[in-house]
């Protein structure tokens, strides 16, 4: 079969069934991966009604009197139709599925992010040299959003206009866009050191943030239709790109109250923004904060009391007392979403805190979880306290004083947590002269010792939180280092 005619069966089978998973669609046509990936971003691209559905399948958003595609044939032992005689026209009504909205209803966080001083740009560049940096800048931002699961709704020029709330919908949506406008600024900076290098120009961004309620639906003509959200929201987030400065990421008041305690940002003051009546108060995201979760959040104004978990905190604080005693232990705590798994581990941390021990978190992530040793990462530089615009050599000069207090060797130690850091090595450190697989298992191997290193000196609470989000190299064990500690205890 040719290529379009199988991307017109399944598009007609998408209208009919709704939605497809991929590896029924494998199953059904004889895809191998690479044929799968390569109708998927077809189909992604030419029909707007299509969306990708959280990474399982294909789901169709459009009426279906919207794209003509031929039926598929009929299978060969099908049997013949039956005719109109044999069932009265009301019964055939009660098996027709019920048509799509033809609009939604939602509230929308839009992320609207430009290029800044583009005039400049196709002023200094050729026409062909522009789309080349265009597209490389297009990409680096999508790979952030698709991180993020946001939806890309247009590419405007050198804008892109993005949505978190459809077609998918989360409870942290707000949190997304914002983490995407910071993530977005971080590869940027990716970006302009890999174009420095080809002399390529500098690149900049504003990100504008608004959230609101929308009209999501099917917009245009002819052969032409997206999926748009109209109000207010989006020229909104527009009007907040414009105000932010290069390079910077600003949001209403609105989304602030969403992400309150999550980021750390300035307050701009009140603002008059074209064609808004009221002033509206705006603010400049600096920098996720140190927290983790909601209780971290929560945490500063006060948590109620924990009532009926005496039996669990005693089993936690038990298992720690005979860590103190030298007798290593790992507890597993497993159960639903929303039984109090994170509150129990905050007790048993502020119990040990107050001890005077330390203790050391590494979250895992669901925007991460094809992130190598992401939880680790994250928790390395929280404890070497990097900022975000530190240069790479105090970053550096950071890991060597902290290895040196952990008693161990920098000839090793700094080349592999460098790379693993994105830290440049300097000329005095030897390269690395080892294949992947066995740069990893020195890496995991360096990292436990590191963590040997620290509960030698007195007992150390490491918290894993959200286990089931972490990357395949985070749980993959170390050559058998992980050994050295005893087998998880379920409670």
Request: net charge negative; hydrophobic share 40%; aromatic share 6%.
């Amino acid at each position: 079969m040719e290529f379009y005619d199988l991307l017109d069966h399944i598009v007609a089978l998408l209208q009919r069934r709704g939605r497809v998973t991929y590896n029924a669609l494998k199953l059904q046509f004889h895809l191998d991966d690479d044929q799968l990936a390569v109708l998927k971003d077809e189909l992604l691209y030419a029909y707007p009604q299509v969306v990708d559905d959280a990474g399982r399948g294909l789901r169709w958003t459009g009426d279906t009197a919207t794209t003509q595609v031929p039926a598929p044939p009929a299978p060969q032992h099908e049997p013949p139709p039956v005719s109109q005689t044999d069932h009265p026209p009301q019964d055939a009504a009660l098996h027709t599925t019920p048509r799509p909205p033809e609009a939604e209803r939602r509230q929308l966080t839009v992320l609207f992010c430009d290029l800044a001083d583009s005039t400049r740009l196709s002023g200094q560049l050729d026409p062909e040299d522009l789309r080349e940096v265009v597209r490389a800048y297009q990409a680096t931002c999508a790979q952030v959003i698709q991180r993020f699961e946001g939806h890309i709704a247009q590419y405007l020029g050198d804008g892109l206009l993005v949505y978190f709330g459809y077609p998918q919908a989360h409870e942290d949506d707000a949190q997304r866009a914002v983490r995407t406008g910071l993530g977005i600024l971080d590869a940027m900076a990716t970006l302009n050191a890999r174009l420095e290098q080809t002399q390529g120009p500098r690149l900049a961004v504003r990100i504008g943030i608004h959230t609101g309620l929308v009209v999501v639906g099917t917009m245009g003509n002819g052969g032409r239709h997206e999926q748009l959200a109209l109000g207010e929201t989006p020229n909104l987030a527009a009007r907040l790109q414009s105000l932010a400065a290069p390079d910077t990421v600003a949001i209403s008041d609105t989304t602030h109250r969403l992400v309150q305690g999550y980021v750390r940002g300035d307050d701009l003051g009140l603002h008059r923004l074209k064609g808004i009546e009221t002033p509206m108060r705006v603010y400049h995201v600096v920098e996720e904060s140190d927290a983790q979760s909601r209780l971290d959040v929560a945490g500063g104004t006060g948590l109620t009391p924990l009532v009926g978990r005496e039996h669990e905190v005693g089993l936690l604080r038990e298992r720690w007392a005979q860590s103190r005693d030298g007798l290593g232990q790992v507890v597993l705590l497993s159960g639903e979403a929303g039984i109090g798994k994170s509150r129990l581990v905050r007790v048993l941390t502020e119990h040990v805190v107050d001890a005077g021990a330390p203790r050391l978190t590494l979250r895992c992530s669901p925007y991460h979880t094809n992130s190598a040793f992401y939880p680790v990462i994250q928790h390395l530089q929280r404890l070497l306290q990097w900022h975000h615009h530190e240069t790479s050599e105090a970053r550096l000069a950071t890991l060597e004083q902290a290895l040196r207090t952990a008693g161990l060797p920098l000839e090793e130690g700094v080349p592999l947590l460098a790379a693993l850091l994105m830290v440049p090595v300097p000329e005095r450190y030897p390269p690395l002269s080892l294949s992947p697989q066995r740069q990893k298992q020195k890496t995991q191997e360096v990292l436990v010792a590191w963590l040997l290193a620290d509960a030698a000196q007195q007992p150390v609470l490491a918290v894993w939180e959200d286990l089931h989000w972490a990357d395949p190299s985070t749980l993959e064990p170390s050559s058998g280092c992980w050994t050295k500690f005893p087998r998880p205890a379920c409670c």
